[in-house]
């Protein structure tokens, strides 16, 4: 019996598909799937045994309950109100800045784009050092030009603004790429256009590039949403968390619990809810895009 062609070939093209399917469920689907179902579980890692003790819905009221918890949401909340903003108005005007058709320009875009390329480990180490309180540079600066030495990371007043600055140089020159594509993808006829009709630079910004970069202004805020309310790693070196949990967020608080405290179940109860707090915020950001057309 003949298989008919377009049979054939779609046998062949699920053939294809088939070893990504495997890994995408291998490494993606149940470990979501087993989140979900511990999260509905009292498990410990330690006892050795693969099945936990069904609690409901206990590990979801813990959280609400839960005061560490809501200091950590309340410090990712002000951590994203605060970076969010900041850095995607950095990128678009260094994007502008570097859009310019000037010698040596791409010398200056080397140097925005060269802290995204360096490990986030490695830039968390190196500011720690900067805002050492007793040999770090940042102080070294303040007592060259006579002010007093401040505490930086140990003063629960200026952790997180601390931390805030380097997450902001470490990762703007990423999104200033994103503008500077969106930006060269403007047709150089409109500026001209708008330049006979007498349009100065800052009104052809406002009412042609803006608009024109609505999606890609889109697309840059919810990606650095998501990466703000995942902020993780310079927390866990720079800070742990402290001083007076003023740095502790989300996801050191639920590193916390998995790995410190070894309470797996209520981890991926509070793991769930950050992803639900994601898809809620991007959802947001989505309606309020499609609001203006």
């Not at 999260?39 to 609400?64: C, H, P, R, T, W």
């Not at 650095?224 to 989300?250: F, W």
């Amino acid at each position: 019996m003949f298989i008919k062609r377009k049979t054939k070939e779609a046998i062949l093209g699920y053939l294809f598909v088939l070893p990504a399917v495997i890994l995408i469920g291998m490494f993606a689907l149940y470990p979501i799937i087993r989140l979900v179902i511990m999260s509905f579980q009292e498990y410990n890692m330690l006892s050795g045994d693969d099945i936990g003790n069904f609690v409901g819905f206990k590990n979801y009221i813990n959280a609400f309950h839960d005061n560490d918890f809501l200091n950590a949401f309340k410090n990712t909340l002000g951590f994203t109100l605060i970076v969010v903003p900041i850095q995607s108005l950095l990128a678009f005007l260094s994007a502008l800045l570097v859009n310019k058709k000037i010698k040596g320009i791409g010398v200056f875009r080397t140097i925005y784009y060269l802290p995204v390329v360096m490990s986030f480990v490695v830039v968390s180490i190196f500011w720690k050092m900067i805002y050492d309180p007793m040999f770090g540079l940042a102080n070294s600066i303040l007592n060259y030009f006579g002010l007093e030495s401040q505490k930086f990371l140990a003063n629960p007043n200026q952790a997180m603004i601390c931390v805030i600055i380097m997450c902001i140089w470490k990762s703007w020159g990423w999104y200033m790429l994103i503008f500077l594509s969106g930006l060269q993808g403007i047709s150089k006829d409109v500026y001209e256009a708008a330049a006979i009709d007498g349009a100065s630079k800052f009104e052809a910004n406002s009412y042609i590039t803006l608009p024109l970069l609505k999606r890609t202004i889109l697309f840059v805020c919810i990606m650095t949403t998501m990466d703000s309310l995942k902020i993780y790693t310079p927390i866990h070196i720079m800070t742990s968390g402290g001083p007076l949990g003023k740095t502790d967020v989300i996801v050191y608080h639920i590193w916390q619990q998995a790995f410190r405290f070894n309470n797996m179940g209520y981890a991926s109860a509070l793991a769930v809810i950050l992803f639900i707090i994601i898809l809620l915020v991007t959802i947001f950001q989505l309606k309020l895009e499609k609001s203006d057309y």
